[in-house]
């Protein structure tokens, strides 16, 4: 079992930054890759990054793309995403995923362990 922890969510005007951290704990040693993905209110769950256990590969949604930036420290068993140039339609909860395959996904499904979220908005 993986347990992931998410923080670095909080209240930020547009324009601003904010940088998530996803912290994992339980059998960290295996090879995990990441994601974050978002979820508003009656929507569906969105992909919004991923990372691959090696951190050689990444991939971002459209909408983030060059706005955010994923990355992770095994050492610390952390996984981050950096959010710059936010805007209002950023807003939303972000989840933390890991799943037990060392290469990137975009499909929630494929995911096997979730945190349980952390909450972003951004004020225009």
């Known amino acids: 079992q993986v347990q992931l922890v998410e923080s670095g969510g909080g209240l930020v005007q547009a324009g601003g930054s904010l940088r998530l951290s996803c912290a994992a704990s339980g059998r960290t040693f295996g090879r995990y890759a990441m994601g974050w993905f978002r979820q508003v209110p009656g929507k569906e769950r969105e992909f919004v990054a991923t990372?691959?256990?090696?951190?050689?590969?990444?991939a971002y949604s459209d909408s983030v793309k060059v706005r955010f930036t994923i990355s992770r420290d095994q050492a610390k068993s952390t996984a981050y995403l950096r959010m710059n140039s936010l805007k209002p339609e950023d807003t939303a909860v972000y989840y933390c995923?890991?799943?037990?395959?060392?290469?990137?996904?975009?499909?929630?499904?494929?995911?096997?362990?979730w945190g349980q979220g952390t909450q972003v908005t951004v004020s225009s």
């Open positions: 995923a890991a799943r037990q395959s060392p290469s990137t996904s975009r499909s929630s499904r494929e995911y096997d362990y």
């Open positions: 990372v691959s256990w090696s951190a050689v590969s990444t």
